[in-house]
Every structure is written in C-alpha cells, then in structure tokens.
C-alpha cells in the first residue's frame, strides 16, 4: 500500500472516534523500520482502544497489513504497528510526559482534514519537499494541558487519606486507656 494511502486511511480512522491532535512525522530519515509515526491523543482508556481498533479495521479494509497491536489491554498507551506506519494513541497526561513529538518531529508532514470539526483532526504542519503544498487545512486545537491533571489528583487524594485514617477505635482498647487514666489519677 502506498505511504500516503496509508497515513490518509491511518488519519480517517482516527478522526472517525475524534482523536485529538492528530500529529504525522515523516520518518524515512531516521530509520529504515517504518515511515511515518502518527500521535494521537484519546481522553479515556475506552476511547484510546476504540481509536487503536478503528485503525486496525480501516486498515485492513483498505488492503493493508496490521504487524501488532501492544497495551490495548490498559489503554493509557496504545501502538498500532501497520507496517510503514507506526502509531501511537496516548492519554494527554502521558503523551505530555514522552513527548514523543521532540523524539520524532523534526519532519512533520501536513495533512488535510476529512472534516472540519474543531474537536479533533490532523495537526497541519510544515510540507516536506516531495508533499503537496496544502495550506488550507485547517488547525486543530490541543488538549488543555490543565484539564486533565486537577480532575486525577482531587478524585485520587481525598479517597487516599480517608482509608489510611481509622474510622473507630475498638471499645475494649477505649476501656483500657480510660482504666489506666483513673488508675494513674488516684
């Protein structure tokens, strides 16, 4: 299957279960594995699996072959391998952290939109010399960065603190200490 087929299956995919910033590198420079990897960002471990599964399936049904599927079991970081294309759908929190577009984004290929949804779709960057020029794309927002981290750490620590703390002390342990403390008094 050509690499340009390829990515726009790969992009149509992810825009079908509105991936948020969707981002395509060209990859051919840095190693002979594969030639694109494309980055998107899903906002549960639900999503995440329906984006990887809907990149399986419209894949397959374009005629293209699906080398393996790794961490749909959890969902915070799933890869899909299709061979010339590699690509990863992560969790804000978690792609903010890798940062995997410092790793593979010296060259990234514009993409036009299948849509014009302003929720997700393809990140339009700077044309590579053999690319098309397509300035009409138009941008996708990014995730706020903020939204997701309160939302974790609120739900998680109250929860914490409340079952580290003992609820009630034991009536025979209370009658003891009140024995001693009369005892010590007298």
Request: aromatic share 4%; hydrophobic share 40%.
């Amino acid at each position: 299957m050509d690499i340009r087929k390829l990515q726009r299956t790969i992009v149509d995919a992810l825009e079908d279960v509105k991936a948020q910033d969707i981002k395509v590198f060209n990859t051919s420079h840095l190693t002979e594995l594969f030639d694109r990897v494309i980055v998107a960002s899903g906002t549960s471990n639900r999503q995440t699996k329906a984006l990887a599964s809907s990149v399986r399936e419209k894949v397959k049904e374009a005629g293209g072959d699906i080398i393996s599927t790794e961490g749909e079991d959890i969902g915070e970081w799933v890869l899909v391998d299709c061979g010339d294309a590699v690509v990863h759908i992560l969790q804000p929190a978690l792609r903010q952290y890798y940062n995997l577009e410092e790793i593979w984004g010296d060259k990234p290929v514009r993409v036009k939109l299948a849509t014009g949804s302003r929720f997700g779709g393809a990140q339009p960057s700077e044309p590579l010399d053999d690319e098309e020029d397509e300035d009409d794309a138009p941008v996708a927002k990014p995730v706020a960065k903020s939204a997701v981290k309160p939302a974790a750490k609120s739900a998680v620590k109250p929860a914490a603190k409340s079952a580290a703390r003992p609820v009630a002390r034991p009536a025979a342990k209370t009658a003891r200490k009140t024995a001693a403390r009369r005892s010590t008094s007298k």
